[in-house]
């Protein structure tokens, strides 16, 4: 993994993050209660925004990442734990959580599958399982556009799939989608469901 995108990742998302992800972040997980994991936490923009979890767990494989999001979790309105693992071997016992948060993740995630596995083991049957997420667009030319970019930005942005199905491969999973909404002209969706056991 290269070192300069972690260092980065806060300067590069900022005009983003002002733009409207700050709002998206807030609104999917001010409200969520219990124990909740979070996947891939990166710097912990989401960690601001937590209100009434009864405490989050974050995973996150890269250190310089970790790092980076100690802060943002001392400052934390609830109990926040980072912890470094991947999405694909979750060190936790089945059922341990009543929701989980991915954002802008599941396109770097080496084996989403096993992941969305992971999740669904580890949390429990009704729990809340919420994505925000880049998707592969529809649209002949701009999925193609994708398709023809994603060699060059996986090596750029950490592994990142432009062009990743990722709406698919939830579905495919077995969670029950209770809501979806499109920004940006669809090329980002809040992916709200339910894990089914
Ligand atoms: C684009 S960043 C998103 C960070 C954060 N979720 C956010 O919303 O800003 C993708 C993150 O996924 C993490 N990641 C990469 N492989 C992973 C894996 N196998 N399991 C969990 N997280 C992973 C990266 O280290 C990085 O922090």
Redesign the pocket.
């Known amino acids: 993994?290269s070192k300069w995108f972690?260092r980065l990742?806060d300067t590069m998302?900022e005009p983003l993050e002002k733009r409207g992800f700050r709002e998206i972040?807030k609104k999917l997980v001010h409200n969520l209660p219990g124990n909740v994991l979070?996947?891939?936490?990166?710097?912990g923009?989401?960690f601001p925004y937590y209100k009434e979890a009864q405490k989050v767990i974050a995973?996150?494989?890269?250190p310089i990442?970790i790092e980076r999001s100690l802060t943002r979790a001392k400052n934390a309105h609830v109990p926040i734990e980072v912890i470094s693992?991947?999405?694909?071997q979750l060190p936790f016992p089945d059922n341990s959580f009543d929701a989980v948060v991915?954002?802008?993740?599941l396109?770097?995630?080496?084996?989403p599958v096993k992941?969305l596995a992971e999740i669904n083991r580890v949390c429990k049957s009704d729990g809340k399982v919420l994505f925000?997420e880049h998707v592969r667009l529809d649209d002949p030319i701009l999925g193609r556009l994708q398709d023809w970019l994603t060699p060059v930005w996986k090596r750029l942005?950490?592994?990142?799939h432009l062009n990743r199905n990722t709406l698919e491969l939830i579905k495919q999973a077995g969670f029950k989608v209770t809501r979806i909404q499109r920004y940006y002209k669809d090329i980002f969706l809040v992916i709200e469901t339910l894990n089914q056991k």
């Open positions: 993994m972690p990742y998302m972040r979070e996947i891939g936490s990166g710097t923009l989401n995973i996150e494989p890269e990442m693992a991947k999405s694909e991915n954002t802008l993740v396109c770097t995630i080496p084996d992941a925000f942005c950490d592994g990142c």
